[in-house]
Protein backbone atom coordinates (compact mmCIF):
# COMPACT_ATOMS: atom_id res chain seq x y z
CA UNK A 1 0.00 0.00 0.00
CA UNK A 2 2.53 2.64 -0.97
CA UNK A 3 1.13 4.00 -4.69
CA UNK A 4 2.06 7.32 -4.36
CA UNK A 5 5.46 8.41 -2.72
CA UNK A 6 5.08 11.75 -2.30
CA UNK A 7 1.74 11.31 0.03
CA UNK A 8 3.46 8.23 1.86
CA UNK A 9 6.02 10.69 2.79
CA UNK A 10 3.47 13.22 4.35
CA UNK A 11 3.59 13.61 8.11
CA UNK A 12 -0.09 12.66 8.89
CA UNK A 13 -2.34 15.85 9.96
CA UNK A 14 0.66 18.42 9.26
CA UNK A 15 -1.28 20.56 7.33
CA UNK A 16 -3.96 20.44 9.30
CA UNK A 17 -2.32 21.64 12.39
CA UNK A 18 -0.32 24.12 10.69
CA UNK A 19 -4.06 25.39 9.15
CA UNK A 20 -5.42 25.52 12.90
CA UNK A 21 -2.72 28.37 13.65
CA UNK A 22 -3.26 30.37 10.65
CA UNK A 23 -6.02 32.44 10.21
CA UNK A 24 -8.49 31.95 7.03
CA UNK A 25 -6.97 34.32 4.95
CA UNK A 26 -3.46 32.94 5.86
CA UNK A 27 -4.79 29.47 4.42
CA UNK A 28 -6.33 30.49 1.32
CA UNK A 29 -2.96 32.51 0.80
CA UNK A 30 -0.83 29.54 1.05
CA UNK A 31 -3.03 27.82 -1.46
CA UNK A 32 -3.19 30.59 -4.11
CA UNK A 33 0.78 30.98 -3.59
CA UNK A 34 1.17 27.17 -4.63
CA UNK A 35 -0.81 28.20 -7.93
CA UNK A 36 -2.72 24.24 -7.16
CA UNK A 37 -4.94 23.85 -9.92
CA UNK A 38 -8.27 21.59 -9.89
CA UNK A 39 -7.02 17.84 -10.24
CA UNK A 40 -10.56 16.83 -11.96
CA UNK A 41 -9.86 18.09 -15.07
CA UNK A 42 -10.96 21.73 -15.19
CA UNK A 43 -7.84 22.87 -13.46
CA UNK A 44 -9.62 25.62 -11.68
CA UNK A 45 -7.42 27.74 -9.50
CA UNK A 46 -8.51 25.93 -5.96
CA UNK A 47 -6.86 29.57 -4.04
CA UNK A 48 -9.50 31.48 -5.92
CA UNK A 49 -12.35 29.10 -5.28
CA UNK A 50 -11.70 28.60 -1.52
CA UNK A 51 -11.40 32.79 -1.50
CA UNK A 52 -15.06 32.88 -3.12
CA UNK A 53 -16.61 30.67 -0.70
CA UNK A 54 -15.06 32.67 2.24
CA UNK A 55 -15.95 35.42 1.56
CA UNK A 56 -19.87 34.85 0.53
CA UNK A 57 -22.10 35.49 3.38
CA UNK A 58 -24.49 32.62 4.34
CA UNK A 59 -25.53 31.08 7.48
CA UNK A 60 -24.19 27.51 6.40
CA UNK A 61 -20.98 26.71 3.77
CA UNK A 62 -20.32 22.71 2.55
CA UNK A 63 -17.22 21.46 1.39
CA UNK A 64 -17.64 18.51 -1.07
CA UNK A 65 -14.91 16.10 -2.08
CA UNK A 66 -15.70 14.98 -5.78
CA UNK A 67 -14.96 11.29 -5.36
CA UNK A 68 -17.51 10.25 -8.58
CA UNK A 69 -14.71 9.60 -10.72
CA UNK A 70 -16.13 7.73 -13.81
CA UNK A 71 -13.67 9.70 -16.69
CA UNK A 72 -12.63 6.47 -18.61
CA UNK A 73 -9.19 5.74 -17.79
CA UNK A 74 -9.23 7.09 -14.47
CA UNK A 75 -8.87 5.38 -11.62
CA UNK A 76 -6.44 7.43 -8.94
CA UNK A 77 -8.92 8.44 -6.87
CA UNK A 78 -9.89 4.98 -5.91
CA UNK A 79 -6.32 4.77 -5.17
CA UNK A 80 -6.31 7.82 -3.21
CA UNK A 81 -9.51 6.72 -1.21
CA UNK A 82 -7.85 3.45 -0.10
CA UNK A 83 -4.94 4.52 0.43
CA UNK A 84 -4.55 7.90 1.51
CA UNK A 85 -8.32 8.75 3.27
CA UNK A 86 -6.87 10.49 5.98
CA UNK A 87 -4.69 12.55 3.74
CA UNK A 88 -8.27 13.81 1.71
CA UNK A 89 -10.30 14.02 4.81
CA UNK A 90 -7.42 16.27 6.27
CA UNK A 91 -7.21 18.38 3.44
CA UNK A 92 -11.71 19.03 3.77
CA UNK A 93 -11.02 20.19 6.92
CA UNK A 94 -8.49 22.47 5.89
CA UNK A 95 -10.79 23.37 3.21
CA UNK A 96 -13.42 23.96 6.32
CA UNK A 97 -11.44 25.96 8.06
CA UNK A 98 -10.84 28.28 5.04
CA UNK A 99 -13.72 29.61 4.12
CA UNK A 100 -15.94 28.45 7.19
CA UNK A 101 -18.09 25.36 6.77
CA UNK A 102 -19.07 23.17 9.28
CA UNK A 103 -20.20 20.11 6.97
CA UNK A 104 -18.51 18.13 4.87
CA UNK A 105 -19.92 15.74 1.97
CA UNK A 106 -17.96 12.99 -0.13
CA UNK A 107 -19.83 12.18 -3.01
CA UNK A 108 -18.73 8.42 -3.72
CA UNK A 109 -19.69 6.81 -6.61
CA UNK A 110 -21.97 3.87 -6.38
CA UNK A 111 -19.60 1.77 -8.20
CA UNK A 112 -17.21 2.29 -5.70
CA UNK A 113 -19.78 1.33 -3.00
CA UNK A 114 -16.83 -1.10 -1.75
CA UNK A 115 -14.91 1.43 -0.56
CA UNK A 116 -17.55 2.38 1.78
CA UNK A 117 -16.63 0.48 5.10
CA UNK A 118 -13.55 1.91 5.10
CA UNK A 119 -13.82 5.25 4.63
CA UNK A 120 -16.78 5.03 7.21
CA UNK A 121 -14.05 3.34 9.65
CA UNK A 122 -11.20 6.39 8.79
CA UNK A 123 -14.03 9.04 9.73
CA UNK A 124 -14.84 7.14 12.45
CA UNK A 125 -11.39 6.91 13.95
CA UNK A 126 -10.99 10.70 13.20
CA UNK A 127 -14.13 11.76 15.34
CA UNK A 128 -11.96 9.71 18.02
CA UNK A 129 -9.28 11.44 17.66
CA UNK A 130 -10.76 14.69 17.72
CA UNK A 131 -9.74 15.57 13.73
CA UNK A 132 -13.57 15.87 13.05
CA UNK A 133 -16.85 16.71 15.47
CA UNK A 134 -18.03 19.54 17.58
CA UNK A 135 -14.37 20.42 18.23
CA UNK A 136 -12.09 19.68 15.77
CA UNK A 137 -8.46 19.59 17.69
CA UNK A 138 -9.94 21.57 20.74
CA UNK A 139 -10.39 24.49 18.63
CA UNK A 140 -14.07 26.59 18.43
CA UNK A 141 -14.70 24.61 14.83
CA UNK A 142 -17.03 22.16 14.91
CA UNK A 143 -16.72 20.07 11.07
CA UNK A 144 -18.11 16.34 10.43
CA UNK A 145 -17.49 14.77 6.84
CA UNK A 146 -20.67 12.40 5.87
CA UNK A 147 -20.50 10.11 2.24
CA UNK A 148 -23.53 10.09 0.05
CA UNK A 149 -23.21 7.09 -2.77
CA UNK A 150 -23.78 8.18 -6.25
CA UNK A 151 -26.36 5.92 -8.23
CA UNK A 152 -24.44 4.87 -11.61
CA UNK A 153 -24.39 8.70 -13.71
CA UNK A 154 -20.99 9.67 -14.98
CA UNK A 155 -22.84 13.25 -16.01
CA UNK A 156 -23.23 13.41 -11.20
CA UNK A 157 -19.39 13.85 -11.66
CA UNK A 158 -20.23 17.10 -13.18
CA UNK A 159 -20.52 19.66 -10.05
CA UNK A 160 -23.66 20.65 -10.49
CA UNK A 161 -25.63 17.78 -11.69
CA UNK A 162 -23.54 16.24 -8.41
CA UNK A 163 -25.33 18.59 -6.12
CA UNK A 164 -28.76 17.95 -7.92
CA UNK A 165 -27.92 14.57 -7.25
CA UNK A 166 -27.57 14.98 -3.45
CA UNK A 167 -30.80 17.58 -3.18
CA UNK A 168 -32.56 14.56 -4.59
CA UNK A 169 -33.11 15.43 -8.73
CA UNK A 170 -31.66 13.73 -11.29
CA UNK A 171 -28.34 14.47 -12.31
CA UNK A 172 -29.00 16.97 -14.90
CA UNK A 173 -26.12 19.81 -14.49
CA UNK A 174 -27.08 23.55 -14.10
CA UNK A 175 -26.20 26.84 -15.84
CA UNK A 176 -23.01 28.36 -14.57
CA UNK A 177 -22.95 30.82 -13.38
CA UNK A 178 -24.45 30.89 -10.60
CA UNK A 179 -21.24 28.78 -9.24
CA UNK A 180 -21.23 26.23 -6.80
CA UNK A 181 -19.03 28.71 -4.51
CA UNK A 182 -22.23 30.92 -4.40
CA UNK A 183 -24.69 29.00 -5.14
CA UNK A 184 -24.14 25.22 -4.35
CA UNK A 185 -25.74 22.60 -2.48
CA UNK A 186 -29.78 23.84 -1.22
CA UNK A 187 -28.93 27.30 -2.23
CA UNK A 188 -25.85 27.51 0.03
CA UNK A 189 -21.87 28.34 -0.99
CA UNK A 190 -20.28 24.89 -1.36
CA UNK A 191 -16.81 24.10 -2.11
CA UNK A 192 -16.51 21.45 -4.68
CA UNK A 193 -13.13 19.97 -4.96
CA UNK A 194 -12.06 16.49 -6.97
CA UNK A 195 -10.08 14.14 -4.16
CA UNK A 196 -6.33 15.09 -5.52
CA UNK A 197 -6.97 18.19 -4.94
CA UNK A 198 -7.87 18.39 -1.73
CA UNK A 199 -5.15 15.60 -0.64
CA UNK A 200 -2.71 18.14 -2.14
CA UNK A 201 -4.00 21.30 -0.34
CA UNK A 202 -2.83 18.93 2.56
CA UNK A 203 0.37 18.57 1.50
CA UNK A 204 0.77 22.39 0.82
CA UNK A 205 -0.01 23.29 3.93
CA UNK A 206 1.98 20.77 5.62
CA UNK A 207 5.31 21.37 3.14
CA UNK A 208 4.45 25.17 2.04
CA UNK A 209 3.89 26.66 -0.93
CA UNK A 210 7.24 26.88 -2.51
CA UNK A 211 7.62 23.27 -2.19
CA UNK A 212 4.69 22.57 -4.15
CA UNK A 213 6.27 25.35 -6.72
CA UNK A 214 9.51 23.35 -7.05
CA UNK A 215 7.52 20.83 -9.13
CA UNK A 216 5.83 21.25 -12.33
CA UNK A 217 6.03 24.38 -14.53
CA UNK A 218 4.93 27.84 -14.51
CA UNK A 219 1.08 27.39 -15.12
CA UNK A 220 1.08 24.06 -14.09
CA UNK A 221 2.68 23.69 -10.49
CA UNK A 222 3.11 20.78 -8.64
CA UNK A 223 3.24 16.91 -9.34
CA UNK A 224 0.38 15.20 -10.88
CA UNK A 225 -1.26 11.50 -10.15
CA UNK A 226 -1.89 9.74 -13.57
CA UNK A 227 -4.13 6.69 -14.25
CA UNK A 228 -2.21 4.93 -16.80
CA UNK A 229 -3.68 1.75 -18.94
CA UNK A 230 -4.25 0.17 -22.20
CA UNK A 231 -1.08 -1.14 -24.21
CA UNK A 232 1.93 -0.81 -22.02
CA UNK A 233 4.00 -2.51 -20.17
CA UNK A 234 3.39 -1.05 -16.86
CA UNK A 235 -0.38 -0.08 -16.48
CA UNK A 236 -1.15 1.67 -12.83
CA UNK A 237 -0.63 4.65 -10.77
CA UNK A 238 2.28 6.94 -11.38
CA UNK A 239 2.97 10.76 -9.97
CA UNK A 240 4.98 13.31 -12.48
CA UNK A 241 5.31 16.43 -12.13
CA UNK A 242 3.08 18.50 -15.00
CA UNK A 243 4.88 19.69 -18.00
CA UNK A 244 5.73 15.72 -18.82
CA UNK A 245 6.27 15.07 -21.80
CA UNK A 246 4.03 11.89 -23.26
CA UNK A 247 6.71 10.34 -24.73
CA UNK A 248 8.58 10.24 -21.34
CA UNK A 249 5.54 9.25 -19.83
CA UNK A 250 5.59 6.49 -22.15
CA UNK A 251 8.72 5.74 -21.06
CA UNK A 252 7.95 5.30 -17.83
CA UNK A 253 5.06 2.54 -18.18
CA UNK A 254 6.70 0.93 -21.32
CA UNK A 255 4.12 1.94 -24.00
CA UNK A 256 7.08 4.15 -26.19
CA UNK A 257 5.97 2.02 -29.58
CA UNK A 258 2.04 3.46 -28.82
CA UNK A 259 0.80 5.18 -31.48
CA UNK A 260 -1.23 7.18 -30.23
CA UNK A 261 -2.28 8.07 -26.50
CA UNK A 262 -5.55 9.34 -25.21
CA UNK A 263 -4.88 11.67 -22.13
CA UNK A 264 -8.01 13.18 -20.34
CA UNK A 265 -10.45 10.48 -20.70
CA UNK A 266 -12.53 9.84 -23.13
CA UNK A 267 -13.45 13.62 -22.99
CA UNK A 268 -9.96 14.60 -23.52
CA UNK A 269 -7.35 14.76 -26.44
CA UNK A 270 -5.84 11.48 -29.02
CA UNK A 271 -2.52 12.20 -29.44
CA UNK A 272 -0.63 10.91 -32.19
CA UNK A 273 3.07 9.92 -31.95
CA UNK A 274 3.95 12.61 -34.13
CA UNK A 275 3.13 14.85 -31.21
CA UNK A 276 4.34 13.15 -28.65
CA UNK A 277 7.01 15.60 -27.66
CA UNK A 278 4.04 18.13 -26.45
CA UNK A 279 3.97 18.79 -22.63
CA UNK A 280 0.83 17.10 -20.04
CA UNK A 281 0.05 20.73 -18.38
CA UNK A 282 -2.49 22.68 -17.88
CA UNK A 283 -1.23 24.90 -21.03
CA UNK A 284 -0.83 22.52 -23.27
CA UNK A 285 -2.41 18.87 -22.81
CA UNK A 286 -4.59 19.25 -19.72
CA UNK A 287 -6.01 16.33 -18.36
CA UNK A 288 -7.84 14.90 -14.89
CA UNK A 289 -4.93 11.92 -15.26
CA UNK A 290 -6.42 9.31 -17.31
CA UNK A 291 -3.72 8.11 -20.18
CA UNK A 292 -4.43 5.36 -22.32
CA UNK A 293 -2.42 3.93 -24.87
CA UNK A 294 -3.00 2.72 -27.68
CA UNK A 295 -0.55 -0.07 -29.22
CA UNK A 296 0.53 -0.03 -33.20
CA UNK A 297 -2.26 -2.98 -34.09
CA UNK A 298 -5.54 -0.64 -32.64
CA UNK A 299 -7.91 0.13 -34.98
CA UNK A 300 -8.74 4.08 -34.07
CA UNK A 301 -12.73 3.72 -35.46
CA UNK A 302 -13.09 0.86 -32.87
CA UNK A 303 -11.83 3.39 -29.93
CA UNK A 304 -14.08 6.24 -31.40
CA UNK A 305 -16.94 3.64 -31.45
CA UNK A 306 -16.16 3.17 -27.52
CA UNK A 307 -15.83 6.56 -26.99
CA UNK A 308 -19.13 7.83 -28.33
CA UNK A 309 -21.50 4.73 -27.17
CA UNK A 310 -20.05 6.20 -24.04
CA UNK A 311 -20.93 9.81 -24.43
CA UNK A 312 -24.53 8.36 -25.52
CA UNK A 313 -25.28 6.50 -23.05
CA UNK A 314 -24.25 8.88 -20.34
CA UNK A 315 -25.37 11.94 -21.53
CA UNK A 316 -28.34 13.42 -19.76
CA UNK A 317 -30.25 14.60 -22.32
CA UNK A 318 -31.34 17.76 -21.02
CA UNK A 319 -29.70 19.38 -24.28
CA UNK A 320 -30.45 18.92 -27.95
CA UNK A 321 -26.48 19.21 -29.55
CA UNK A 322 -25.31 16.65 -26.70
CA UNK A 323 -28.25 14.56 -26.99
CA UNK A 324 -28.57 14.42 -30.74
CA UNK A 325 -25.23 15.46 -32.04
CA UNK A 326 -23.25 12.38 -30.26
CA UNK A 327 -25.44 9.88 -32.04
CA UNK A 328 -25.06 11.44 -35.49
CA UNK A 329 -21.03 11.15 -34.42
CA UNK A 330 -21.59 7.49 -33.55
CA UNK A 331 -23.09 7.07 -36.75
CA UNK A 332 -20.37 8.30 -38.53
CA UNK A 333 -18.03 6.54 -37.12
CA UNK A 334 -20.55 3.43 -38.12
CA UNK A 335 -20.48 4.63 -41.57
CA UNK A 336 -16.82 5.10 -42.01
CA UNK A 337 -16.65 1.65 -40.43
CA UNK A 338 -18.96 0.52 -43.27
CA UNK A 339 -16.89 2.64 -45.69
CA UNK A 340 -19.78 4.39 -46.89
CA UNK A 341 -18.87 8.10 -45.25
CA UNK A 342 -18.55 10.56 -47.85
CA UNK A 343 -15.90 13.49 -47.21
CA UNK A 344 -18.63 16.01 -47.58
CA UNK A 345 -20.65 14.11 -44.42
CA UNK A 346 -17.51 13.63 -42.88
CA UNK A 347 -17.10 17.77 -42.87
CA UNK A 348 -20.52 18.01 -41.86
CA UNK A 349 -19.80 15.86 -38.55
CA UNK A 350 -17.02 17.67 -37.88
CA UNK A 351 -18.97 20.88 -38.37
CA UNK A 352 -21.39 19.16 -36.03
CA UNK A 353 -18.67 18.62 -33.26
CA UNK A 354 -17.40 22.29 -33.62
CA UNK A 355 -21.08 23.09 -32.88
CA UNK A 356 -21.20 20.60 -30.08
CA UNK A 357 -18.58 22.03 -28.54
CA UNK A 358 -19.83 25.70 -28.42
CA UNK A 359 -23.40 24.52 -27.93
CA UNK A 360 -23.55 22.18 -25.19
CA UNK A 361 -24.78 23.09 -22.15
CA UNK A 362 -21.88 21.55 -20.08
CA UNK A 363 -18.72 19.79 -20.40
CA UNK A 364 -19.57 16.46 -21.12
CA UNK A 365 -21.41 18.02 -24.53
CA UNK A 366 -18.49 20.18 -24.87
CA UNK A 367 -15.66 17.91 -24.58
CA UNK A 368 -17.36 14.38 -26.27
CA UNK A 369 -16.26 15.82 -29.96
CA UNK A 370 -12.40 16.37 -29.17
CA UNK A 371 -11.49 12.60 -29.67
CA UNK A 372 -13.73 12.78 -32.91
CA UNK A 373 -12.03 15.71 -34.07
CA UNK A 374 -8.45 14.74 -33.04
CA UNK A 375 -8.86 11.20 -34.46
CA UNK A 376 -10.17 12.57 -37.70
CA UNK A 377 -7.54 15.11 -38.22
CA UNK A 378 -4.75 12.84 -37.24
CA UNK A 379 -5.52 9.47 -38.64
CA UNK A 380 -7.45 10.73 -41.52
CA UNK A 381 -5.94 8.70 -44.84
CA UNK A 382 -7.06 5.48 -42.40
CA UNK A 383 -10.58 5.95 -41.96
CA UNK A 384 -12.02 6.91 -45.61
CA UNK A 385 -12.96 4.13 -47.96
CA UNK A 386 -12.77 0.97 -45.90
CA UNK A 387 -14.17 -2.05 -47.27
CA UNK A 388 -14.07 -4.91 -44.78
CA UNK A 389 -17.16 -4.35 -42.51
CA UNK A 390 -15.92 -4.37 -38.61
CA UNK A 391 -16.52 -7.47 -36.63
CA UNK A 392 -17.46 -5.54 -33.10
CA UNK A 393 -21.24 -6.58 -31.83
CA UNK B 1 -48.56 -8.02 -4.48
CA UNK B 2 -50.02 -9.35 -0.77
CA UNK B 3 -51.43 -6.85 1.63
CA UNK B 4 -49.28 -8.39 4.41
CA UNK B 5 -46.17 -7.64 1.82
CA UNK B 6 -47.27 -4.10 0.94
CA UNK B 7 -47.85 -3.20 4.92
CA UNK B 8 -44.36 -4.45 5.27
CA UNK B 9 -42.48 -2.36 2.27
CA UNK B 10 -44.56 1.00 3.34
CA UNK B 11 -43.82 -0.13 7.29
CA UNK B 12 -40.19 -0.25 5.89
CA UNK B 13 -40.29 2.53 4.57
CA UNK B 14 -41.43 4.72 6.67
CA UNK B 15 -39.16 3.87 9.37
CA UNK B 16 -36.49 4.41 6.50
CA UNK B 17 -37.90 8.09 6.07
CA UNK B 18 -37.94 8.23 10.32
CA UNK B 19 -33.92 7.58 9.94
CA UNK B 20 -32.60 9.49 7.09
CA UNK B 21 -35.21 12.77 7.02
CA UNK B 22 -38.71 13.17 5.56
CA UNK B 23 -37.36 15.46 2.81
CA UNK B 24 -36.27 15.62 -0.68
CA UNK B 25 -32.36 15.11 0.21
CA UNK B 26 -33.38 12.11 1.53
CA UNK B 27 -34.72 10.58 -2.05
CA UNK B 28 -31.70 9.38 -3.58
CA UNK B 29 -30.91 7.25 -0.54
CA UNK B 30 -34.40 5.91 0.52
CA UNK B 31 -34.08 4.73 -3.16
CA UNK B 32 -30.64 3.24 -2.96
CA UNK B 33 -31.83 1.44 0.22
CA UNK B 34 -35.10 -0.08 -1.22
CA UNK B 35 -33.37 -0.59 -4.14
CA UNK B 36 -30.79 -2.33 -2.48
CA UNK B 37 -33.45 -4.62 -0.44
CA UNK B 38 -35.93 -5.41 -2.67
CA UNK B 39 -34.03 -5.64 -6.29
CA UNK B 40 -36.79 -3.67 -7.68
CA UNK B 41 -38.67 0.15 -7.53
CA UNK B 42 -41.93 -0.66 -8.00
CA UNK B 43 -44.99 1.75 -8.39
CA UNK B 44 -45.91 0.95 -4.54
CA UNK B 45 -42.77 1.68 -3.11
CA UNK B 46 -42.13 4.79 -5.13
CA UNK B 47 -45.43 6.15 -3.98
CA UNK B 48 -45.09 5.70 -0.63
CA UNK B 49 -41.48 7.37 -0.80
CA UNK B 50 -43.26 10.10 -2.70
CA UNK B 51 -45.88 10.33 0.12
CA UNK B 52 -43.06 10.32 2.96
CA UNK B 53 -41.46 12.79 1.26
CA UNK B 54 -43.70 14.93 0.34
CA UNK B 55 -44.11 14.91 -3.94
CA UNK B 56 -45.64 13.53 -6.60
CA UNK B 57 -44.60 10.20 -7.22
CA UNK B 58 -43.79 11.21 -11.29
CA UNK B 59 -41.22 12.48 -9.15
CA UNK B 60 -40.00 9.97 -7.84
CA UNK B 61 -39.90 8.38 -10.75
CA UNK B 62 -38.39 10.80 -12.96
CA UNK B 63 -35.26 10.87 -10.36
CA UNK B 64 -35.28 6.84 -9.58
CA UNK B 65 -35.32 6.40 -14.30
CA UNK B 66 -32.24 8.65 -14.58
CA UNK B 67 -30.22 6.60 -12.22
CA UNK B 68 -28.06 3.52 -13.76
CA UNK B 69 -28.73 1.68 -10.53
CA UNK B 70 -32.34 2.93 -9.65
CA UNK B 71 -34.16 1.64 -12.54
CA UNK B 72 -37.63 0.10 -12.08
CA UNK B 73 -36.50 -2.90 -13.59
CA UNK B 74 -36.68 -5.93 -11.21
CA UNK B 75 -33.29 -7.44 -10.90
CA UNK B 76 -31.93 -10.52 -9.72
CA UNK B 77 -30.21 -11.12 -6.20
CA UNK B 78 -26.85 -10.86 -8.03
CA UNK B 79 -26.74 -8.29 -10.71
CA UNK B 80 -23.15 -8.90 -12.19
CA UNK B 81 -22.04 -5.87 -14.22
CA UNK B 82 -19.15 -5.91 -16.94
CA UNK B 83 -17.05 -2.85 -18.03
CA UNK B 84 -17.18 -2.08 -21.64
CA UNK B 85 -14.92 0.61 -21.69
CA UNK B 86 -12.02 1.50 -23.69
CA UNK B 87 -9.20 -0.31 -21.70
CA UNK B 88 -11.09 -3.72 -20.50
CA UNK B 89 -12.48 -3.89 -24.28
CA UNK B 90 -8.93 -3.79 -25.31
CA UNK B 91 -8.20 -6.48 -22.79
CA UNK B 92 -11.19 -9.00 -24.42
CA UNK B 93 -13.92 -7.69 -22.55
CA UNK B 94 -15.85 -9.56 -25.03
CA UNK B 95 -14.66 -13.20 -24.57
CA UNK B 96 -15.94 -12.71 -20.80
CA UNK B 97 -19.41 -11.59 -22.12
CA UNK B 98 -19.68 -13.97 -24.38
CA UNK B 99 -19.00 -16.78 -21.82
CA UNK B 100 -21.19 -14.99 -18.88
CA UNK B 101 -24.26 -15.31 -21.62
CA UNK B 102 -23.43 -18.86 -22.36
CA UNK B 103 -22.90 -19.92 -18.70
CA UNK B 104 -26.10 -17.79 -17.61
CA UNK B 105 -28.11 -18.62 -20.75
CA UNK B 106 -29.08 -15.15 -20.72
CA UNK B 107 -28.07 -12.05 -22.57
CA UNK B 108 -27.21 -8.33 -21.37
CA UNK B 109 -30.08 -7.05 -20.01
CA UNK B 110 -32.20 -10.25 -19.16
CA UNK B 111 -32.26 -12.01 -15.97
CA UNK B 112 -32.37 -15.63 -15.57
CA UNK B 113 -35.32 -17.04 -14.78
CA UNK B 114 -34.51 -18.21 -11.15
CA UNK B 115 -34.41 -14.43 -10.59
CA UNK B 116 -30.66 -15.10 -9.29
CA UNK B 117 -28.75 -13.17 -11.74
CA UNK B 118 -29.02 -10.03 -13.96
CA UNK B 119 -26.49 -9.61 -16.51
CA UNK B 120 -25.59 -5.78 -17.39
CA UNK B 121 -22.93 -3.65 -18.88
CA UNK B 122 -21.20 -1.09 -16.95
CA UNK B 123 -19.32 1.93 -18.03
CA UNK B 124 -15.43 2.68 -16.92
CA UNK B 125 -15.28 1.28 -12.95
CA UNK B 126 -12.21 2.41 -12.25
CA UNK B 127 -9.84 -0.93 -12.70
CA UNK B 128 -8.94 0.06 -15.99
CA UNK B 129 -5.29 -1.19 -15.41
CA UNK B 130 -6.69 -4.15 -14.44
CA UNK B 131 -9.12 -5.18 -17.08
CA UNK B 132 -11.41 -6.88 -18.08
CA UNK B 133 -13.09 -5.74 -14.53
CA UNK B 134 -16.52 -6.62 -13.38
CA UNK B 135 -19.16 -6.07 -9.92
CA UNK B 136 -21.08 -8.58 -8.69
CA UNK B 137 -23.30 -6.30 -6.87
CA UNK B 138 -20.95 -4.57 -4.58
CA UNK B 139 -18.02 -6.97 -4.77
CA UNK B 140 -15.48 -6.15 -7.88
CA UNK B 141 -13.51 -8.77 -9.83
CA UNK B 142 -10.58 -8.44 -12.17
CA UNK B 143 -8.26 -9.26 -14.60
CA UNK B 144 -11.41 -11.59 -15.32
CA UNK B 145 -10.78 -14.43 -17.77
CA UNK B 146 -13.96 -16.31 -20.00
CA UNK B 147 -12.49 -19.48 -17.83
CA UNK B 148 -13.18 -17.81 -14.62
CA UNK B 149 -16.35 -16.90 -15.06
CA UNK B 150 -18.03 -20.31 -14.08
CA UNK B 151 -15.50 -19.81 -10.76
CA UNK B 152 -17.63 -16.49 -10.08
CA UNK B 153 -21.12 -17.79 -10.52
CA UNK B 154 -20.14 -20.75 -8.48
CA UNK B 155 -18.93 -18.72 -5.74
CA UNK B 156 -21.82 -16.66 -5.67
CA UNK B 157 -24.19 -19.72 -6.02
CA UNK B 158 -22.54 -20.51 -2.84
CA UNK B 159 -22.60 -17.67 -0.75
CA UNK B 160 -26.32 -17.06 -1.19
CA UNK B 161 -27.06 -20.43 0.01
CA UNK B 162 -30.40 -22.37 -0.04
CA UNK B 163 -32.29 -20.34 2.74
CA UNK B 164 -31.96 -17.25 0.76
CA UNK B 165 -33.38 -18.96 -2.26
CA UNK B 166 -36.68 -19.14 -0.01
CA UNK B 167 -37.18 -15.90 1.27
CA UNK B 168 -41.06 -13.99 -0.68
CA UNK B 169 -40.51 -12.30 -3.61
CA UNK B 170 -42.34 -8.57 -3.63
CA UNK B 171 -44.33 -8.65 -7.14
CA UNK B 172 -45.27 -5.58 -8.93
CA UNK B 173 -48.46 -3.92 -7.31
C1 LIG C 1 -19.12 15.38 -17.54
C2 LIG C 1 -18.22 15.79 -16.43
C3 LIG C 1 -17.76 14.84 -15.53
C4 LIG C 1 -16.93 15.19 -14.49
N1 LIG C 1 -16.51 14.22 -13.65
C5 LIG C 1 -15.71 14.56 -12.62
C6 LIG C 1 -15.28 13.58 -11.69
O1 LIG C 1 -15.62 12.40 -11.81
N2 LIG C 1 -14.48 13.96 -10.67
C7 LIG C 1 -14.10 15.26 -10.51
O2 LIG C 1 -13.40 15.56 -9.57
N3 LIG C 1 -14.49 16.21 -11.36
C8 LIG C 1 -15.29 15.90 -12.40
N4 LIG C 1 -15.71 16.88 -13.26
C9 LIG C 1 -15.30 18.27 -12.99
C10 LIG C 1 -16.21 18.91 -11.95
O3 LIG C 1 -17.31 19.52 -12.60
C11 LIG C 1 -15.50 20.00 -11.16
O4 LIG C 1 -14.88 20.87 -12.05
C12 LIG C 1 -14.46 19.46 -10.22
O5 LIG C 1 -15.01 18.53 -9.34
C13 LIG C 1 -13.86 20.58 -9.44
O6 LIG C 1 -12.83 20.11 -8.61
P1 LIG C 1 -11.31 20.53 -8.82
O7 LIG C 1 -11.29 22.01 -9.07
O8 LIG C 1 -10.67 20.14 -7.56
O9 LIG C 1 -10.83 19.77 -9.99
C14 LIG C 1 -16.54 16.54 -14.32
C15 LIG C 1 -16.99 17.50 -15.23
C16 LIG C 1 -17.81 17.13 -16.27
C17 LIG C 1 -18.27 18.18 -17.22
S1 LIG D 1 -24.10 18.78 -22.59
FE1 LIG D 1 -25.01 16.72 -22.47
S2 LIG D 1 -24.71 16.10 -20.35
FE2 LIG D 1 -24.40 18.33 -20.44
S3 LIG D 1 -26.40 19.23 -20.00
FE3 LIG D 1 -26.32 18.99 -22.23
S4 LIG D 1 -27.24 16.97 -22.60
FE4 LIG D 1 -26.73 17.04 -20.43
S1 LIG E 1 -12.26 0.79 -18.71
FE1 LIG E 1 -13.05 -0.90 -17.58
S2 LIG E 1 -12.69 -0.24 -15.57
FE2 LIG E 1 -12.07 1.50 -16.70
Not at chain 1, 57 to 70: L, M, P, T
Not at chain 1, 338 to 351: F, I, K, N, P, V
Request: hydrophobic share 40%.
Amino acid sequence: MNSIPTFSSMTPEAGLKKAMELSRPDIIAEISASNLKGRGGAGFPTGVKWNFAASAHADRKYIVCNADEGEPGTFKDRVILQEYADLVFEGMTIAAKAVGAKEGILFLRGEYTYLRPHLEAVLQRRREAKLLGPEVLGAVFPFDIRIFMGAGAYICGEETALIECIEGFRGEPRNRPPFPVNTGFLGRPSVVNNVETLAWAACILQRGADWFKSHGTEKSTGIKIFSVSGDCEKPGIYEFPLGISVLELLKKVGGEHARAVQIGGASGLCVPASEFHRAIAFEDIPTGGSVIVFGPQRDMLEVLHNFLEFFVDESCGQCTPCRLGNRKLLEGVEMLQAGTCSMTYLRELCALGESMQLASKCGLGQSSPSAFLSVVKHFRDELMGRVTLPTHG
Amino acid sequence: MLMTERDRLAKEIKALADRLGHNRTSLVPMLQEVKRKYHRLDSYAMQVIADEVGIHPVEVHSVASFYAFLGDHQQGKFVIRLCRTISCDMRDKDRVARQLENDLNITFGQTTPDGKFTLEWANCMGMCDQGPALLVNNHVFTKVTPEQVHEILEECRSAFGQHAMERKEVHLA
